[in-house]
């Protein structure tokens, strides 16, 4: 028998280029990854310099002990709103942004492509800045010499190669076997270090000096996990199964988001800088941790470049996969270059901000009308031109007014109520705002006045 079943796991496709399958269904005989698979992915991602940066983003306005509580409420949030959207995907087999076409309508799934693109650039850009800055802070401290364009260059060339790939050579064959170990043990020798180095019962003891509030806190967690919702299915779409899917995603991203928050948070309060790279490389023994924090932090980069040229091809669908991971993986190293021309770390903060006021607001509007009013979706018509998901010239301007409710109420209580917290609000708003508005249309329908189809 373990003959036999060894013999069928040599024979089965294990890794595949993007290309074949594009938007279209992954089709079952490929879909191969388990929990042990998302839990490994979703850690790996949920690990990197950009969180420990965020991380620093809460202190010293909170204290250790608010800011740990903050970083705890946003991740359980955040995620729940991430591995729900992995479990659609891994129900339909499609990718995140081929899942909004029932709601907001094919065309009007070309909004939040173009949102979601813009922000993966971004995040890509910012994950070359950080990889290429890291890297040449190692060699400048045992070389003397580097060259930051140059480390821009080789990430960004090896993040479009991995893209290429696919995820599950990426999975598979890079994450599983080395880099997602490689980080958590640099990740518990810094831990270790500021355990045994530092006086963290008088880092907890100190309180924060003001200038954010716990639920604005709350929202800055909250977008990390959120930055990643419009891809998860991207990745989801490969389970096996929905639930083991589910819960690898959630306990995966939920570890390392806390983890990483926290320990950031803890850098800045116990070594008194908010300038991450030097501070690390300051430790004892710094520099291997970083240098294997900066292994693992290449799949972050791949992640936003695969997902990039995936969610493009929702409106570029004639477009090999791999032209667009190349021209995207260009892109982000000429926007890498530009940050490093002096971009401020404030401009981190309203990024993520930003995201937040975007994308919870459009899951409100998915999880409303997947989970409360037409589950399951119909695949066969979620590619046919005036079929069901067609609406008024392929949009669904109820949905949309819904999501743009969303939004202004994140952006309201961001700038005039930070106290409350704005992703449960928004979150709520569009929702509700999704189920009235339906409701209100089939009415209309069924009182014989014509609807927006």
Known sequence: MGTEEAVVRSRRPRIQAPPQWGIEPVPAEHRLLGFVDYFALWSSLGVGLLVLLAGTLLVPALGMGSALAAIVVGTLIGNALLALVGLVGSRTGV?????????????????PTLLNVLQ??????????????????IAAQFVGASSFLSWALFFAVLCTVLAVSGPLAVVRQWIEKFAVWLVYLSTIYLTVYLFTHHDLG??????????????????????????????VADYNRFARDDRRAFWGTYAGYFVANVWFYALGALFVLALGTGDLIPAILSLAGGWMALLLILVDETDNAFANIYSTAVSAQNVLSRVPQWVLAVATGAVCFLVAWWISTGVPTSAYEGFLFLIGSFFVPLFGVLAAD????????????????RGAYWYWHGVNVPALVAWGLGFAAYRFMVARLPGVGASLPSFAVAALAHLVLTAVLRGRRSGGEEDCR
Request: proline share 9%.
């Open 370 to 385: 997947y989970f409360l009013l037409r589950r399951p979706y119909d695949p066969g018509e979620l590619y046919r031109a």
């Open 202 to 231: 008088a880092v907890f003891a100190r309180p924060g000096t003001g200038g954010l509030s716990f639920w604005a806190a709350v929202d800055l967690v909250v977008a990390m996990p959120v930055s990643w919702m419009p891809l």
């Open 95 to 111: 990718p995140t942004m081929v899942l909004f076409r029932p709601s907001l309508g094919v065309r009007g799934s070309y909004l």
């Open 120 to 137: 993966l650039v971004g995040w890509g850009a910012f994950e070359i800045f950080i990889m290429a800055r890291a890297a040449h802070g």
